[in-house]
C-alpha cells in the first residue's frame, strides 16, 4: 500500500506557470512508474504526464513542450511544472503511482488546477 499527496494546485492567469507536487508515503523501493492525470468537468480523466523509474518519459500531445515531469528531491517523489497554462489546462489534477508493472494504481486526492484571467 502507498499514500500519494499532492501539492501546488491554484489559480493562474494565462500563460503562467505552476508547479505540482506529489509525494508518496514509501520510500524503501523506487516505484516503478509515476505521474499525472487530470479531470476537467464533464470529461473524462486523461494522461498528462508519467516518469518511469528508468526514466523514461510519456506526455499528452496537448502538454508537449510546454509541461515538463521530473523527479523530485526525496525519493519516490514527482514533480510537474506547467507553462504557459492555457484556460483549457484547467482540470483536477491526480497524482498516479504503480509500484510495479502489472500491479495496481494508486492515485492521490487530486488539486485543483484554474487557469482564467
Known amino acids: 500500500q502507498v499514500q500519494l499527496v499532492e501539492s501546488g494546485g491554484g489559480l493562474v492567469q494565462p500563460g503562467g506557470s505552476l508547479r505540482l507536487s506529489c509525494a508518496a508515503s514509501r520510500n524503501d523501493f523506487s516505484i516503478y512508474i509515476m505521474g499525472w492525470y487530470r479531470q476537467a468537468p464533464g470529461k473524462q480523466r486523461e494522461l498528462v504526464a508519467t516518469l518511469t523509474s528508468g526514466r523514461s518519459t510519456t506526455y499528452a500531445d496537448s502538454v508537449k513542450g510546454r509541461f515538463t515531469i521530473s523527479r523530485g528531491n526525496a525519493k519516490n517523489t514527482v514533480d510537474l511544472q506547467m507553462s504557459s497554462l492555457k484556460p483549457e489546462d484547467t482540470a483536477v489534477y491526480y497524482c498516479?503511482?504503480?509500484?510495479?508493472?502489472?500491479?495496481?494504481?494508486?492515485w492521490g486526492q487530486g488539486t485543483q488546477v484554474t487557469v482564467s484571467l
Open positions: 498516479y503511482g504503480r509500484l510495479a508493472p502489472m500491479t495496481s494504481d494508486y
